[in-house]
């Protein structure tokens, strides 16, 4: 069945370098993809999307690569502030327009 | 703009009492909704969708139930609750683009 999954479930980062969020998928026919952001008690944060006929899309601040080839996402923040540390979800769209949500990555930002 | 609420935004219940968990969505006509469950912090499980008033798909069998009265309403229910209902739940919807925006959740205990 469809999956999507992410390689590491903890990411840390010092202050003002760029992370890099990495998210596996397993459909092949998957045509878009989003990631969000989730405070701790909060709703997960839509952060930037991506359809499948693009390979790169920018936004401020974040990147979000796609890699049809080997079934590969990520998200890269620049310059990382405390502000974004948080739990990413990448999800993609399955028929009928359900998400299907991946474990997450835990990022924590050292000061 | 679209703004979506939830309530309550917390709730302790003992195991075999009823709960009601409700979902309103502003400034959109029509949306597609979605009840998702979040255990621990981490991956959403899309419990329910509804596409209009009246149409609900169920995602995963249990012991919750959803039910759309209005357009812009969206609400979860149970009749017993079982320990295993707790979680962290979240309602969203569908906006033009496909991306789903997701409300602040409402975090229940069962004891």
């Known amino acids: 069945g469809e999956s999507v999954g992410l390689h590491l479930p903890t990411l840390s980062v010092q202050e003002g370098d760029n992370s890099i969020i990495n998210c596996a998928y397993s459909?092949?026919?998957?045509?878009?993809f989003i990631w969000y952001k989730q405070e701790s008690g909060k709703g997960p944060q839509f952060i930037i999307d991506?359809?499948?006929?693009?390979d790169k899309r920018q936004g401020q601040r974040v990147t979000v690569l796609l890699n049809k080839t080997v079934k590969h996402l990520s998200l890269q923040i620049a310059a990382t502030q405390p502000g974004d540390s948080a739990v990413y979800f990448c999800a993609d769209e399955a028929p009928g327009g359900k998400l299907i949500f991946g474990q997450g990555t835990e990022l924590s930002v050292k000061p | 703009s679209q703004t979506i609420h939830q309530w309550p935004a917390t709730l302790v219940q003992p195991v075999g009492s009823p709960l009601s968990l409700e979902c309103t969505v502003e400034g959109t006509s029509n949306p597609n909704l979605y009840w998702y469950r979040q255990a621990a912090g981490r991956g959403l499980q899309l419990l329910f969708y509804?596409?209009?008033?009246?149409?609900i798909s169920s995602e995963v069998p249990q012991n919750l139930s959803a039910s759309r009265p209005q357009d812009r309403q969206f609400i979860l229910s149970s009749k017993k609750l079982l320990l295993s209902d707790s979680g962290f739940y979240l309602c969203a919807w569908r906006g033009l683009y496909n991306e789903q925006f997701f409300g602040p959740g409402t975090r229940l205990t069962v004891l």
């Open positions: 459909n092949s026919a998957s045509d878009y």
């Open positions: 991506i359809r499948s006929n693009m």
């Open positions: 509804s596409v209009g008033i009246g149409q």
